[in-house]
């Protein structure tokens, strides 16, 4: 990607959202790789909850352990109140004022976010960008097949689209309408390249 940037005096705030499959992860990794490049001097913050829960699935014991183990491939949602513990201490340890943040997997519900938005004033985030990688249900099936995890079943499948319609894209309108919020909704369908591409314009880095 051959694109001339300059980095921001203000740092970054990027909400990534859209249904599995849709390259929420990948992007934010191009994203970091991009901020590092033009912003060497600044701490990055990347904050992704999926990845938290499979971590602590993996490394911890105990009943809060075990049941996520139990749930984790299922597509049950976990509760709100674990993933905000999950991604508060990950906040805690990683994030000041001057940092860049990227953030996946949550806020998955309007009361996340309202919660969320108690971690932006301690930190003195006013504005923040939310990428919406707005991606058709028969394309994600496709990817999720297509990359056959193990988390990956049917029915797994059809339960986190259901909660992704019922819980998350209210999340999209909470953002469309929250003060001092760059909403970037990008087509999810593009090439991995293209989209990055987008989302550095949309951000101001060309």
Same mark, same amino acid.
């Given at each position: 990607?051959?694109?001339?940037?300059?980095?921001?005096?203000?740092?970054?705030?990027?909400?990534?959202?859209?249904?599995?499959? =849709?390259?929420?992860?990948?992007?934010?990794?191009?994203?970091?790789?991009?901020?590092?490049?033009?912003?060497?001097?600044?701490?990055?913050?990347?904050?992704? =909850?999926?990845?938290?829960?499979?971590?602590?699935?993996?490394?911890?014991?105990?009943?809060?352990?075990?049941?996520?183990?139990?749930?984790?491939?299922?597509?049950?949602?976990?509760?709100?109140?674990?993933?905000?513990?999950?991604?508060?201490?990950?906040?805690?340890?990683?994030?000041?004022?001057?940092?860049?943040?990227?953030?996946?997997?949550?806020?998955?519900?309007?009361?996340?976010?309202?919660?969320?938005?108690?971690?932006?004033?301690?930190?003195?985030?006013?504005?923040? =960008?939310?990428?919406?990688?707005?991606?058709?249900?028969?394309?994600?099936?496709?990817?999720?097949?297509?990359?056959?995890?193990?988390?990956?079943?049917?029915?797994?499948?059809?339960?986190?689209?259901?909660?992704?319609?019922?819980?998350?894209?209210?999340?999209?309108?909470?953002?469309?309408?929250?003060?001092?919020?760059?909403?970037?909704?990008?087509?999810?369908?593009?090439?991995?390249?293209?989209?990055?591409?987008?989302?550095?314009?949309?951000?101001?880095?060309?």
């Amino acid at each position: 990607m051959n694109l001339v940037s300059q980095p921001h005096k203000a740092p970054e705030t990027v909400i990534f959202i859209g249904p599995q499959g =849709s390259g929420k992860g990948t992007q934010i990794e191009r994203l970091d790789a991009h901020l590092r490049s033009v912003d060497p001097a600044r701490k990055i913050a990347d904050i992704q =909850s999926g990845r938290k829960f499979r971590a602590f699935a993996a490394d911890e014991e105990g009943y809060t352990a075990d049941h996520i183990r139990e749930t984790l491939n299922t597509g049950i949602l976990q509760p709100l109140f674990l993933s905000v513990a999950l991604w508060g201490t990950e906040m805690v340890h990683m994030v000041d004022p001057n940092s860049h943040v990227l953030i996946d997997g949550f806020p998955r519900a309007v009361p996340e976010a309202i919660v969320l938005e108690t971690a932006f004033e301690f930190y003195k985030r006013e504005n923040i =960008s939310v990428v919406f990688l707005d991606t058709p249900e028969e394309v994600v099936r496709q990817r999720m097949v297509a990359r056959a995890r193990e988390d990956d079943t049917a029915d797994s499948i059809e339960e986190r689209l259901s909660w992704y319609r019922e819980k998350t894209l209210p999340v999209v309108e909470y953002y469309r309408d929250r003060p001092h919020t760059n909403l970037i909704t990008i087509d999810g369908t593009k090439t991995v390249d293209e989209v990055s591409a987008e989302i550095i314009r949309a951000l101001g880095y060309v």
